[in-house]
T-cell receptor, first 117, second 109 residues
Framework: GAVVSQHPSRVICKSGTSVKIECRSL??????MFWYRQFPKQSLMLMAT?????????EQGVEKDKFLINHASLTLSTLTVTSAHPEDSSFYIC?????????????FGPGTRLTVL | DAKTTQPPSMDCAEGRAANLPCNHS???????VYWYRQIHSQGPQYIIH???NNETNEMASLIITEDRKSSTLILPHATLRDTAVYYC??????????FGTGTRLTIIP
């Protein structure tokens, strides 16, 4: 149980285009999902918290107009990288929080590798 | 979140038990200790968590000292597939996860 999927697994795009990444909790409902970014040889950095039915909460230094997050249902959150540039190339990972009956646990997707040319 | 300290790297022979230490001397009474691992180019994988008591599941055992200032994750019979970066994180039950640098565990054939 507690499986999270991401689509696509990798994407290559031209500079200036927008890219949408989907994150789905397959066997549980998640009112809260999270988006992380990881550059080579670095640890994961939290970008934002995605809340079902409300606006996302962004971490300091993350541009909300550039990284659009939509959490339209209890099983789906999307991250859109708008007007992508080469410096946005990174490994993007989502997680979904499973709660109930104890401390919540976050389960992670397999990640999406974005390359912007 | 309480700060955690882990050794940057460790080696372990295949088939032996891998014992990964974590210090969390400033942990508060309601903070849990969570362990995740990240295999290269994959998303992090949840391993185990605990509050006060030792915990065991199909993946690992978590030993927490009585004063809760440190803990040890034990992989009982390490395999090559256990090579990964292991993260020890202390946080309250509904807090968001933030990752430090973890311990890079290499299983040696």
């Amino acid at each position: 149980g507690a499986v999270v999927s991401q689509h696509p697994s990798r994407v290559i795009c031209k500079s200036g285009t927008s890219v949408k990444i989907e994150c789905r909790s397959l066997d549980f409902q998640a009112t809260t999902m999270f988006w992380y970014r990881q550059f080579p040889k670095q640890s994961l950095m939290l970008m934002a918290t995605s809340n079902e039915g409300s606006k996302a909460t962004y971490e300091q230094g993350v541009e909300k107009d550039k990284f659009l997050i939509n959490h339209a249902s209890l099983t789906l959150s999307t991250l859109t990288v708008t007007s992508a540039h080469p410096e946005d190339s990174s490994f993007y990972i989502c997680s979904a929080r499973l709660g109930g009956g104890g401390p919540d646990t976050q389960y992670f997707g397999p990640g999406t590798r974005l390359t912007v040319l | 979140d309480a700060k955690t300290t882990q050794p940057p790297s460790m080696d372990c022979a295949e088939g032996r038990a891998a014992n990964l230490p974590c210090n969390h001397s400033t942990i508060s009474g309601n903070e849990y200790v969570y362990w995740y691992r990240q295999i290269h180019s994959q998303g992090p994988q949840y391993i185990i968590h605990g509050l006060k008591n030792n915990e065991t599941n199909e993946m690992a055992s978590l030993i927490i000292t009585e004063d809760r200032k440190s803990s040890t994750l034990i992989l009982p019979h390490a395999t090559l597939r256990d090579t990964a970066v292991y993260y020890c994180i202390a946080l309250f039950g509904n807090e968001k996860l933030t990752f430090g640098t973890g311990t890079r565990l290499t299983i040696i054939p």
